[in-house]
Structures are given as C-alpha cells and as structure tokens.
C-alpha cells in the first residue's frame, strides 16, 4: 500500500499469529468449524484452545476424553488437512482445569 500504510487482512494475520499461531484463515476454519470437524458429541468435549506452528493443542473436560481423542486425533487431522488444508501437523491434549468445589477444600 502507499504512505506506509499496510492492509487490515495483514495486520489481523499478525495479532492473530501472536495470539495463536496461524494467519486468520487457519485460526477460524479450525475454531470456526470445530462442531463441523468433529461432530457435536466430541465438540461438547473437546475444544481447540490454540493453533501454533502445525500444533493444534486442545482442551478436553476430563481425563477418559484424553485418552478417547488420543485415539481420534488422526482421524481429525486427516479431516483437518480435507478441509482446510495442512494447518496441523499434530494434536497436544490438556485436561482442563476445573475450579475446587466449596466441599473440596473443607
């Protein structure tokens, strides 16, 4: 662009990839399209928290579920580079942290 002035798509690319690794095209076909990828039962389950570098890291809500999507994550990938393309190379997968109950710390 002219007088220094740089376009808003190239300027998003770049927050985007300080806040999650991938232009914005990757970031929202992944996070945009999770349910679609795969399915509302492991949607409810399993979220994607941050893509970075061909890393898909994602959340689940309990331990069997680690071991579960441990088990489909090639599966997602292989649908991953079908619809978006080779945005992720591998899977990380965190439990999620849930806050101690009021009884719990009694």
Do not use: K
């Not at 076909?29 to 979220?47: C, D, K, M, T, Y």
């Amino acid at each position: 662009m002219h007088d220094g002035l740089t376009p808003l798509s190239e300027s998003l690319d770049r927050v985007i990839r300080g806040l999650r690794g991938s232009d914005r095209r990757q970031v929202g076909g992944v996070f945009g399209r999770w349910e679609e990828i795969v399915g509302e039962h492991v949607a409810n389950h399993v979220q994607p928290v941050r893509l970075e570098s061909g890393v898909l890291v994602v959340e689940v809500t309990e331990p069997a579920w680690a071991t579960q999507f441990e088990f489909l994550s090639g599966g997602v990938i292989e649908r991953l580079r079908e619809m978006l393309g080779d945005v992720v190379e591998r899977v990380e997968i965190r439990v999620a942290r849930r806050p101690r109950r009021s009884e719990d710390q009694a």
